[in-house]
């Protein structure tokens, strides 16, 4: 006898919503995994009809192809295992070679995850959730054998989208802001360490938007070339400031792509790195009270005053600490040229660092090797998508461009 919660194949698309509608009136919740086994192939159904250009046994010159049936296919779903079946066609005779076999734009062909459960494990991903613990939220689900190759899939459909995001057209940034992490991958039969690329600009709005990413494998100025070359190439223009920290390749490749723009360096790194060059212990601690006011000086002149005496201080006692502040320090200086009420936004890469390289560490953390460059590029740039819509969502300014015009 055959069960009424058994969909059918040659259930009447027409009749659709009188079928679910009397499915779930007989047997209530039970009857969601088979409403929505007989909603799937109803609609592959009508799909076919639409492919094929004609309805069942009409005689149509607009037809391409013939029906040919069903093959029952397996599904992984959050509702459970439903078991489908997926039209077929076959061409038309005569016509074989312009015939393209139908296939149902709801399944993803050669995998047996839908669509919906392929695009949470693409979040779950993106949310730092590991490969482990994808498959155990799925298991709750009952769908125990998702593997890490169809979690790598799931991923992968975020790609076109995202790479839209990465080519889309830039206008002027008057501010842009530069930075890089460092990422492991796995290259060759070895892990590596590549470089992660972010841009952030500051718009004629006074707000944030994050410009771009980039991973590549490649020497540090080619890269950096050519992420600046790529911006430049979609549009961004009038920049009049670059902030960022010494990174290697860098000063090249700002000469080459945008050689006029003056450079800040990050003046929060370089007091960092001011405490390796220290000899003793004493003088590390008396190097930050030097740094701070050089950088907290009024202005340009006062902080070159400032410089020329805490060179001074350490010549004798410390001779290679004040040649390589000598040499360092004025990187840092160039924000004085700028508005006052711009020098403290602009004076280190904190627009860069706190809430995008902390947030790429803290989703990164979970997976610690990348199989691949891709992998790595197709996370940081999910990740940058959803913080450039929250800056864009919260119109909030990162600076403005009158001091005190609120006022």
Avoid at 280 to 285: F, G, S, Y
Avoid at 296 to 314: E, I, Y
């Amino acid at each position: 006898m055959e069960n009424p919660m058994t969909p059918t194949l040659n259930d009447d698309p027409s009749n659709a919503y009188a079928q679910l509608i009397n499915l779930v009136i007989d047997h209530g919740p039970d009857a969601i995994a088979a409403a929505f086994t007989r909603l799937m192939n109803i609609a592959m159904l009508i799909e076919r009809q639409q492919a094929i250009g004609a309805r069942p046994h009409e005689r149509s010159d607009q037809r391409v192809a013939y029906a040919n049936g069903a093959k029952t296919k397996t599904l992984k779903t959050p509702v459970g295992l439903l078991t489908l079946d997926v039209p077929k066609t076959r061409a038309v005779p005569g016509r074989e070679d312009d015939y393209q076999p139908f296939y149902p734009q709801a399944l993803e062909r050669g995998t047996r995850a839908c669509r919906a459960v392929v695009a949470t494990l693409a979040q779950m991903y993106i949310q730092g959730v590991s490969t482990r613990d994808v498959r155990k939220v799925m298991a709750e689900l009952g769908l125990e054998n998702i593997s890490s190759s169809q979690v790598s899939r799931a991923t992968a459909m975020l790609d076109e989208e995202l790479e839209r995001w990465r080519n889309r057209p830039l206008g002027r940034v008057p501010y842009l802001i530069l930075d890089a992490r460092y990422e492991k991958v796995r290259h060759g039969g070895v892990v590596i360490d590549v470089a992660l690329l972010t841009a952030v600009g500051i718009g004629p709005d006074g707000q944030r938007s994050v410009l771009g990413t980039s991973v590549a494998i490649s020497e540090a100025e080619v890269h950096w070339r050519d992420f600046l070359d790529s911006l430049v190439q979609r549009g961004m223009r009038s920049v009049e400031f670059i902030v960022s920290d010494d990174h290697a390749g860098l000063k090249a490749a700002r000469k080459a792509v945008l050689p006029a723009v003056p450079w800040q360096r990050c003046q929060f790194h370089l007091a960092h790195n001011a405490i390796h060059h220290c000899p003793t212990m004493a003088i590390r601690a008396e190097i930050g009270d030097c740094l701070r006011a050089i950088f907290n000086a009024k202005d340009r002149p006062a902080a070159d005053r400032a410089l020329a005496d805490t060179v001074q201080l350490f010549s004798e006692n410390a001779p290679k600490l004040a040649r390589w502040l000598e040499d360092n320090v004025p990187q840092c200086l160039n924000v004085f040229d700028l508005p006052k009420h711009h020098q403290k936004k602009l004076r280190t890469t904190n627009g860069i660092e706190r809430p995008i390289q902390q947030e790429l560490k803290r989703r990164t953390r979970n997976i610690r090797v990348f199989p691949n460059a891709d992998a790595l590029l197709r996370l940081a740039s999910a990740i940058l998508v959803d913080i450039d819509d929250e800056w864009t969502a919260s119109k909030r300014r990162y600076i403005t461009w009158q001091e005190n015009m609120t006022r």
